[in-house]
């Protein structure tokens, strides 16, 4: 045999880590123990400083399958795609360092492959201190060619009742409840885009859809996702305006390449997702300590950047999110803070 053959894993998993040094542990144990064991893990350690860094040097000396590169740090989105560049591996897969895996994550989703699939997608655990929920969708199987309103779904879930279906947004947009065929991503050249920290995941996975020959979401949850107050998609934005203008562009460019009969719908909500991070991030964030009327002020100039422009209401939405398009259609920002604190108390009572 010659020495110099590399003997390359089926499956190469990505985890960007930062200053996770408290959760890292359970990530990278609920790794090596998968019953699934042809994979590589590399941990890309993005400039932490609270011991993370130590840990991924400790874990490299326990198992030979784990690969570290220690970086500057230069957010998530530079650190998957380093681990890109860097992945041997026939399939990626992305595990965030806070959360954590099933025993049969890798084998589920594995098995779920066929010649012409490109993705595969698991369901979700979501986790909140000792409280755990599932978010699956309602089929045990849904490929492509039965879901053409996947770009709608990623964005609002209601939209997929338009197939006869219903699947969580989470499932479509996070990174990190699938497999992704690599030649894939490298073929067309799909990466994360580093200038994006909001919805650069569903940006992604939406490129993928469109690239895929096939995919295919399982109804059994594979991935259990660790929701915190601190963590970098609920921390308080001030200046959420800037990052949403780098989003509306990187999701307008997008929407060039879908179908014209979806386009405009896509467009809408993509506008809608964006007034519910300004809402989250900063307007309604525990942390903005201004009053509701200069709140008022600021979400009524927001408006009329016209980032938050409405051109068409897609069918099948919950009546809610109806009444809110419909408002931020008209600007009437009275309305909109009180549809948002129902949909607020509705999310708080569903965990």
């Known amino acids: 045999m010659c020495s110099w053959l590399i003997i390359m894993a089926k499956i190469s ?5 930062y200053n996770n040094a408290a959760y890292l542990p ?10 699934f064991q042809d994979f590589e893990g590399i941990l890309v350690d993005d400039g932490s400083t609270d011991g993370s860094a130590i840990i991924c040097d400790e874990y490299l000396k ?13 957010g998530v989105s530079h650190a998957r795609n380093v681990g890109i560049e860097k992945a041997t591996g026939e399939w990626i897969s992305f595990v965030d360092s806070d959360d954590w895996i099933t025993l049969d994550f890798l084998a589920t989703l594995y098995g779920n492959i066929d010649e012409n699939t490109d993705v595969v997608m698991g369901s979700l655990f979501f986790n909140i201190g000792e409280k755990e929920i599932t978010r ?13 309103s996947y770009p709608l779904a990623a964005l609002v879930p209601d ?14 947009s996070s990174a990190c409840n699938k497999l992704t065929r690599k030649s894939l991503l490298d073929s067309h050249h799909i ?3 580093e200038k994006m920290f909001l919805n650069e995941d569903g940006l992604f996975h939406l490129m993928c859809y469109l690239k895929a020959k096939d995919f295919v979401i399982i109804e059994t949850p594979v991935y259990h996702y660790r929701i915190r107050m601190n963590s970098s998609n609920q921390r308080f934005l001030p200046d959420v305006h800037h990052q949403n203008v780098i989003v509306s562009k990187a999701f307008s460019d997008f ?12 467009i809408s909500l993509c506008s809608y997702r964006m007034y519910l991070n300004t809402m ?16 008022c002020r600021y979400l009524d100039k927001e408006l009329d950047s016209g980032l938050y422009a409405i051109s068409s209401i897609p069918h099948h939405l919950g009546h809610l999110k109806r009444m809110e398009l419909k408002a931020l259609q008209r600007h009437w920002c009275t309305i909109l803070f009180a549809l948002n604190r129902i949909r607020m108390l509705k999310n708080k009572v569903s965990f």
Do not use: W
Not at 13 to 17: A, L
Not at 163 to 171: A, S
Not at 255 to 266: M, R, T, V, W
């Open 26 to 35: 359970k990530c990278l144990d609920s790794l090596l123990t998968q019953s």
């Open 13 to 17: 998993v990505i985890i960007p880590i």
């Open 255 to 266: 929407a060039k390449e879908l179908p014209n009969n979806i386009c405009s719908d896509f």
């Open 280 to 295: 989250a991030l900063y307007i309604e964030h525990p942390q903005n300590e201004k009053s509701l009327i200069n709140k």
């Open 136 to 148: 699956t969708c309602s089929k045990p199987c849904i490929r492509k060619k039965d879901f053409p």
């Open 191 to 193: 990466r994360f885009n």
């Open 159 to 172: 939209c997929s009742r338009a197939d006869g279906l219903f699947v969580y947004m989470e499932i479509l």
């Open 62 to 74: 326990k198992d030979s399958r784990l690969k570290v590169y220690h970086i500057q740090n230069q």
